[in-house]
């Protein structure tokens, strides 16, 4: 009988088999068809992503999103819009087909049916192949989400006038302290706030704003009356002293002198120099 030959090697499970080690195959036989996932594939991965990372905060550092003024519901002009990966959808809603009593259909049919037409993707269209000819399915579907997203951003960027919008943006608007416990701001908040704005800021192409206006007090009151351009007169309704309450409101506010207490000391003073005179 030859040395090993009918010989069995059975393995003893009293004996405790000791920590594998990971030992990464030897891929030199194949060589630039595959790598180990670690640490090879995976460190090109991180390298890929830092580097894009530090593009992108670069560009915003470089480039500062553009903040537009606080939400004011007294503000009627004022369109809002959603940030730019939102407008295809902003832009979906204007169809008649998804507006109206079809809202249903367009913020959540369409959407719906398109996500989940690219989830199931993958399992609709199983091929092995990589070629765009091999994946039919995928690929279609692929592009026609790529052309209604690119299309409908399009047309919403393209219907906006974002020369008027630029005047909205905070870097535009001039900050006012407005005082809340002053006896005009009620009078103003009724009559004036809907297209002024809470902080006089205006309306761009409806109201302009009220920062350092060139009319003294009893020009303002004759514009809350008698109106001036566009602005319609019998604006204002209230009484005479809620007129000049107003009137001290927005010279107070936007930086004039007040409109009661400064009248009234220069109306004395020449009257005053008046009879000095005349005596």
């Not at 992108?56 to 007294?74: G, M, Q």
């Not at 092995?128 to 047309?155: C, D, H, K, N």
């Not at 003294?216 to 000049?244: C, H, R, V």
Request: net charge negative; hydrophobic share 40%.
């Amino acid at each position: 009988m030859q040395k090993g030959k009918g010989m069995k090697f059975v393995g003893d499970s009293r004996i405790k088999v000791g920590p594998k080690q990971t030992i990464p195959k030897d891929y030199s036989e194949y060589p630039g068809r595959t790598e180990p996932f670690w640490p090879n594939f995976l460190l090109k991965e991180w390298l890929v992503g830092a580097v894009f990372l530090i593009g992108f905060l670069c560009l915003v550092a470089a480039h500062p999103s553009p903040l537009e003024i606080k939400a004011d519901p007294n503000t009627s002009g004022y369109i809002p819009l959603p940030d730019w990966y939102f407008l295809f959808l902003y832009e979906l809603l204007k169809y008649e087909f998804a507006a109206a009593e079809y809202v249903v259909i367009g913020t959540i049919g369409i959407p719906g049916l398109a996500f989940g037409a690219l989830l199931l993707a993958p399992f609709l269209d199983s091929k092995p192949g990589r070629r765009p000819t091999q994946r039919p399915i995928a690929v279609i579907l692929m592009l026609l989400a790529v052309v209604s997203v690119f299309w409908l951003t399009y047309e919403s960027a393209s219907a906006v006038n974002w020369e008027e919008r630029a005047e909205y943006s905070v870097s535009n608007m001039t900050e006012v302290e407005v005082d809340k416990d002053h006896a005009g701001y009620e009078v103003y908040a009724n009559n004036c706030m809907s297209c002024h704005g809470d902080s006089l800021q205006g309306v761009p192409g409806m109201a302009p704003d009220l920062v350092d206006l060139p009319y003294d007090a009893a020009a303002i009151k004759d514009i809350a009356q008698n109106g001036i351009g566009e602005m319609p007169a019998d604006m204002f309704t209230g009484s005479d002293e809620e007129l000049n309450q107003l009137a001290d409101f927005i010279m107070t506010a936007s930086g004039g002198e007040a409109a009661e207490g400064e009248g009234e000391g220069s109306d004395s003073e020449d009257s005053s120099e008046g009879e000095d005179s005349a005596e």
